[in-house]
């Protein structure tokens, strides 16, 4: 009987898991309490807007290494698209004002001493502020570390961290800011290019994974939701999905890859982040104008980031709880206005709607601040055959795809100790 290992949750944490996990010596099963894979990280077709959409817009940077990897193994990683350099065009929408971060290669900055590469308003000297974020007070926000304000905090260094961390800067964790800038800013431009899935996530991130493992013989079982891990002598004996057990051998192991929520009612005891906030994604079936760049920062709006899929224009609003309960044709109409202001160099638009969906993820990342951050368990548990997998465990980055797979690969690298 070869060795099994179970996988509890099919977001990218448990998928990335079980891609490294499924060798011939071994049997993988996947279960999955919805009836998709994805996770926060999906397709589906939306009958509001007629065609298929990602819950949400999901920016990947070519220095997130992990995620490249993954991408690279279940052979997907060429249906990433991004400029051939690290440029974000950005829009003031209350001035008006247009201009393009435009990072060199290397590590050494040289894009902060040329007006035309950096945020407008700002000199060489006020980018002194980015390195004292690389070494905050761990304990510390970044509000605590930094001067949240002036022309570089509202042209780069918020909507940077916004975006990575989830949060408002001012209360989100000095330390995961820390980890941001030393992988993007610091790293150089090399690991700044802006990448998306312009097909949209499932048949980029997660239908090639589907296809990798089912190819080596892992299974993969939706809408099988675990409702309790049994437990004795000190490991887990048994799955309980409600109708149907599962009795594990001496050498089995199990990847608990779900939310932090789940993972809370399924191991006694354990800690886990438990303060969310929401991203917003507005979704316009429009084909983006000839000329727009694939992702566009806007600042003093709404809308945050403006991404251009062939067919649609969607929008993200990061941090996004204070849009929760506006009425969603009345965000719909804000958030068109300011897509139609941002796209006049390129088309005019009609006032009119076009055909919209507006998808609010509530608990789209844990709350990226301090006191949430030392909530966030390791991988191993008390129990030798269970390891956490999930961008909540302790991975040293915020929430998002490169912590997932992270997550997913150390898991990974714990069942294959276990079972060697
Ligand atoms: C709208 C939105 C936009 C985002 N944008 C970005 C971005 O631009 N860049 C970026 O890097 N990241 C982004 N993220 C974050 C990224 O999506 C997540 O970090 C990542 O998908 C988390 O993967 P995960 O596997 O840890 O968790 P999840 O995706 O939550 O997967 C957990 C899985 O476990 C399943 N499950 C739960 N309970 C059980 C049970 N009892 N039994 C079986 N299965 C169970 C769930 O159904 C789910 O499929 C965004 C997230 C959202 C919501």
Same mark, same amino acid.
């Given at each position: 009987?070869?060795?099994?290992?179970?996988?509890?949750?099919?977001?990218?944490?448990?998928?990335?898991?079980?891609? @490294?996990?499924?060798?011939?010596?071994? /049997? %993988?099963?996947?279960?999955?309490?919805?009836?998709?894979?994805?996770?926060?990280?999906?397709?589906?077709?939306?009958?509001?807007?007629?065609?298929?959409?990602?819950? &949400?817009?999901?920016?990947?940077?070519?220095?997130?290494?992990?995620?490249?990897?993954?991408?690279?193994?279940?052979?997907?990683?060429?249906?990433?698209?991004? =400029?051939?350099?690290?440029?974000? !065009?950005?829009?003031?929408?209350?001035?008006?004002? @247009?201009?393009?971060?435009?990072?060199?290669?290397?590590?050494?900055?040289?894009?902060?001493?040329?007006?035309?590469?950096?945020? !407008?308003?700002?000199?060489?000297?006020?980018?002194?502020?980015?390195?004292?974020?690389?070494? =905050?007070?761990?304990?510390?926000?970044?509000?605590?570390?930094?001067?949240?304000?002036?022309?570089?905090?509202?042209?780069?260094?918020?909507?940077?961290?916004?975006?990575?961390?989830?949060?408002?800067?001012?209360?989100?964790?000095?330390?995961?800011?820390?980890?941001?800038?030393?992988?993007?800013?610091?790293?150089?431009?090399?690991?700044c290019r802006p990448l998306i899935?312009?097909?949209?996530?499932?048949?980029?991130?997660?239908? =090639?994974?589907?296809?990798?493992?089912?190819?080596?013989?892992?299974?993969?079982?939706? $809408?099988?939701?675990?409702?309790?891990?049994?437990?004795?002598?000190?490991?887990?004996?048994?799955?309980?999905?409600?109708?149907?057990?599962?009795?594990?051998?001496?050498?089995?192991? %199990?990847?608990?890859?779900?939310?932090?929520?789940? #993972?809370?009612?399924?191991?006694?005891?354990?800690?886990?982040?438990?303060?969310?906030?929401?991203?917003?994604?507005?979704?316009?079936?429009?084909?983006? !104008?000839?000329?727009?760049?694939?992702? %566009?920062?806007?600042?003093?709006?709404?809308?945050?980031?403006?991404?251009?899929?062939?067919?649609?224009?969607?929008?993200?609003?990061?941090?996004?709880?204070?849009?929760?309960?506006?009425?969603?044709?009345?965000?719909? @109409?804000?958030?068109?206005?300011?897509?139609?202001?941002?796209?006049?160099?390129?088309?005019?638009?009609?006032?009119?709607?076009? =055909?919209?969906?507006?998808?609010? $993820?509530? @608990?789209?990342?844990?709350? #990226?601040t301090p006191e949430q951050d030392?909530? /966030?368990?390791?991988?191993?548990?008390?129990?030798?055959?269970?390891?956490?997998?999930?961008?909540?465990?302790?991975?040293?980055?915020?929430?998002?795809?490169?912590?997932?797979?992270?997550? &997913?690969?150390? #898991?990974?690298?714990?069942?294959?100790?276990?079972?060697?």
């Amino acid at each position: 009987m070869p060795r099994t290992v179970h996988i509890i949750g099919a977001g990218l944490a448990g998928l990335s898991a079980a891609v @490294r996990l499924a060798t011939p010596d071994r /049997r %993988v099963v996947v279960h999955e309490a919805t009836a998709f894979a994805g996770g926060r990280c999906r397709s589906y077709h939306d009958a509001a807007v007629g065609m298929t959409i990602d819950n &949400g817009n999901h920016l990947l940077l070519s220095g997130n290494d992990a995620a490249l990897e993954f991408l690279r193994t279940i052979g997907s990683a060429q249906r990433l698209i991004g =400029p051939a350099a690290a440029e974000f !065009p950005f829009l003031d929408l209350k001035s008006g004002e @247009r201009w393009t971060l435009r990072f060199n290669d290397g590590r050494l900055p040289l894009w902060i001493f040329d007006p035309r590469r950096r945020v !407008p308003g700002t000199r060489a000297l006020d980018y002194a502020s980015v390195a004292r974020l690389l070494w =905050p007070k761990p304990e510390n926000t970044v509000g605590e570390t930094i001067a949240c304000r002036g022309a570089l905090y509202s042209g780069l260094i918020e909507p940077l961290l916004l975006a990575a961390l989830n949060i408002d800067p001012l209360q989100g964790s000095a330390k995961l800011a820390a980890a941001v800038i030393r992988e993007t800013l610091a790293a150089g431009g090399r690991a700044c290019r802006p990448l998306i899935a312009r097909d949209g996530l499932a048949p980029t991130l997660i239908e =090639p994974a589907f296809d990798y493992l089912h190819g080596r013989g892992a299974q993969v079982r939706l $809408e099988h939701q675990l409702r309790a891990l049994r437990s004795e002598g000190g490991r887990v004996a048994m799955l309980d999905f409600g109708d149907e057990t599962v009795a594990l051998a001496e050498a089995d192991a %199990v990847v608990l890859a779900v939310p932090p929520y789940a #993972a809370a009612s399924l191991v006694p005891g354990l800690t886990v982040p438990n303060e969310f906030r929401a991203i917003v994604n507005a979704h316009f079936r429009f084909a983006p !104008p000839a000329g727009q760049p694939p992702i %566009v920062g806007i600042i003093n709006a709404t809308t945050q980031w403006i991404f251009a899929f062939p067919g649609r224009l969607s929008v993200t609003v990061s941090a996004g709880d204070a849009l929760l309960d506006v009425p969603r044709e009345q965000l719909a @109409r804000t958030i068109w206005a300011e897509v139609a202001q941002a796209a006049a160099p390129w088309t005019e638009m009609a006032a009119d709607l076009p =055909p919209w969906q507006i998808v609010r $993820e509530r @608990r789209a990342t844990f709350a #990226a601040t301090p006191e949430q951050d030392k909530r /966030r368990p390791g991988a191993r548990t008390t129990w030798r055959n269970l390891v956490l997998a999930g961008d909540w465990t302790n991975t040293g980055l915020p929430a998002t795809i490169e912590g997932a797979i992270r997550s &997913g690969n150390r #898991a990974a690298a714990l069942v294959n100790q276990m079972q060697s």
